[in-house]
């Protein structure tokens, strides 16, 4: 298998300067995050979990049979675990699409294709995470053993998930002639991550989290166009659908299409609802839209890192670049989560998109030869930084006095 990160850093990053600053900024952003998640979890203990589910997919098909598939968990089995498993399954499909596809070419006319078994293989783990994020707080209620952790738990590994299936669907694909270019998908990445952490933006300013229904349609088409690859192959998807419309551009359109019709439109109703019943915690605008800074500066930092790259780094490393955005976009949303349980104010930029500045300086003005290296020492980084938040959670939850 490809290796990810396994490169050699050349001297000219790891000067002092640049190694001093950096660890300065990781003592700061350890404290800081340490302190404020225990000034946090005192008030989690009030949490009273709200959510709507009116999507017609999940309400009369996908509930009634995630019912009948927890009947069959034994009852000493974790929520939490539940959650987790099914999230390794997304992570597991990312791994092995990128064993097989690491550039994304193989989808492409003259390239070694995945095998079949392997799509059959994607299909089922991309299921059964689904199937596993339905039925965990069903197995939590059942066992009355529902928590404000389990609950960021969950949205928390969701917002992470984004960029495993969103990479993993973009091999079917690829990038050749009837593909998708790297850049196309960069952006459509950011439609799915902005839709995504609409519903949290309304639960921040409505106390109700509105279950988009983009996600139920789009994870059962997903399984359910991998069974379909598996057996028909991907040259099938080279075909256009009706004179030169081909699959690619239905898959593009479907996305910004459920987007822009669906899941904008309704958060925004939502919104405008409880503004109009005087329901909302923020009277202020700003204050309002304060959870949408820091998705927008990284949105910012990494597009300004795409179109100036002097090595066109898209190109070079498209997995590894959209491994790096969706899991700071997840460290950030995972903080407004915190922030909408514990009924407390969005902090207005996140700590981790500090040192991004810099990294994205030394990239785009050539200060540092490789650019490969540095974006894959700036992934690791940021991988490592959330996975320590997701730590601190969980031990700042177990410290706190309720």
Known sequence: MRSIFCVQI????LTPTFLYS????VIVFVLQQHNYLMSLFSSFVSLQYSAVDSN???VYVMHPFWNFVVKFLPTWLAPNLIT???FMFLVLNFLML??????????AAGHKHVPSLVWVAAGIFNFLAYTLDGVD???AR???SSTPLGELFDHGLDSWACIFFVATVYSIFGRGDSGVAVATLYYIL???LFSFILSHWEKYNTGILFLPWGYDISQVTISLVYMVTAVVGVETWYQPILWSFLYRDLFTFMIIACSFTVTVPMSLYNVLKGYRANTLKHSSLYEAFLPFLSPVLLFLLSTVWVVFSPSDILELQPRVFYLMVGTAFANVTCKLIVCQMSNTRCQAVSWLLLPMAPVVVLAVTGVVADEVALLHLWTTVVILAHIHYGVSVVRANARSPN
Not at 10 to 13: D, E, M, V, Y
Request: proline share 6%; with cysteine; glycine share 6%.
């Open 22 to 25: 950096c660890i300065l900024l």
């Open 84 to 86: 987790f498993t099914g």
């Open 10 to 13: 050349p001297r000219s990053i």
């Open 56 to 58: 017609p997919l999940s």
């Open 142 to 144: 059942r066992t009355n």
């Open 190 to 192: 950011w439609v799915v």
């Open 98 to 107: 990128a064993f097989y596809d690491f550039d994304f070419t193989a989808s």
């Open 137 to 139: 707080g069903k197995q």
